[in-house]
């Protein structure tokens, strides 16, 4: 099998496409032959040598994928040879053959490409589980999205929609702005140019945000808290502002509000596939109906990754980067 391995680490490091083995089967496991790869930032941070894999997890990127069951493992009943999955995974996507649990897989719903399938695992299980588990997300109650132009951001937005809740998401410059209100947005308030605690709370009438789903960390924590309603919930699940910031204890306290940190890719076996199975149970239906959809940007193919992950680095992607065998 191919996959795009990681040669030089730290920095903006390098790729390479290589031959490797791909191991049997496992109990429980099933083998994808590879339509299309998910880019996410954590594969960013992962060349770079700041996020390793888990530690049963390949070497290599990728956090999600799409295409064919090829072979089964032991005891698997619920997949069968030629099935149309996506696959959320803990590495290794990059290439053009997976083995995953098939606890972690989910079918692609009909009418949906197989390709641009790939593009949402990932983001739907983040978007699903910090919203609503962690959240605590109802409907009627206001959804602030940082960054709604971006993989996780573009389905946030549209799950909060077709939750019920009023969703506010920032985005940079006029063309993101339009493009996040054709996704459902109520409210885009343009980053670089206006304010975006002033225009949340101009939102909701003074009030703030229930929730806050957040990619920036520690350089916006003092505005998450400033922008929360009473009760309000911040659940940060990037760091692409530094990994510290300055918390107002008294600001916190006086709104009753909480801040929680939350990562996908550490989580166990059994919690993933909690999170798979509540996905297919709770969205699925909101993606065979149309109400969510992938967001693709561009088809890149798998030997080309570095120029994939240079697009999400520099900004240029609007949704999900995809890598194609």
Request: aromatic letters at 2%.
């Amino acid at each position: 099998m191919r996959a795009v391995t990681i040669t030089v680490q730290g920095g903006s490091g390098k790729l390479t496409t290589s031959v490797t083995n791909l191991p049997d089967p496992d109990t429980g496991e099933i083998v994808v032959d590879v339509a299309a790869s998910g880019v996410n930032r954590a594969d960013l941070l992962q060349r770079a040598g700041a996020y390793p894999p888990p530690p049963d997890a390949p070497e290599w990127p990728g956090l999600e994928v799409s295409g064919i069951v090829r072979a089964l493992g032991p005891g698997v009943s619920s997949r069968r040879v030629g099935d149309r999955v996506v696959a959320l995974l803990g590495g290794g996507g990059y290439a053009d053959r997976v083995v995953v649990p098939a606890a972690q897989t989910l079918p692609v719903p009909a009418g949906v490409d197989l390709v641009d399938a790939a593009g949402l695992p990932e983001a739907v299980c983040t978007a699903w589980t910090n919203l609503v588990d962690t959240g605590r997300l109802t409907r009627g109650e206001t959804l602030l999205v940082h960054g709604g132009s971006g993989g996780v951001g573009s389905v946030a937005v549209q799950l909060g929609v077709a939750l019920g809740a009023r969703v506010v998401t920032t985005a940079g410059g006029p063309e993101r702005v339009a493009r996040c209100r054709e996704l459902g947005a109520d409210v885009v308030v343009d980053h670089r140019r206006d304010d975006v605690v002033a225009a949340v709370r101009d939102a909701t009438d003074g009030r703030g945000a229930d929730v806050v789903l957040d990619v920036l960390g520690g350089g916006a924590l003092p505005d998450n808290v400033r922008v929360l309603a009473p009760g309000g919930r911040l659940v940060v699940i990037g760091l692409q502002q530094g990994r510290r910031g300055e918390l107002d204890l008294a600001a916190l306290m006086a709104k009753r509000a909480t801040v929680t940190g939350t990562t996908l890719r550490s989580r166990s076996p059994r919690e993933k596939a909690a999170i798979v199975a509540a996905v297919g149970e709770h969205v699925w239906p909101m993606v065979a109906d149309g109400r969510l959809r992938p967001v693709v940007h561009e088809r890149v193919p798998l030997a080309d990754a570095e120029r994939a992950l240079a697009m999400l680095e520099g900004g240029e992607a609007f949704g999900k980067v995809l890598l194609v065998p």
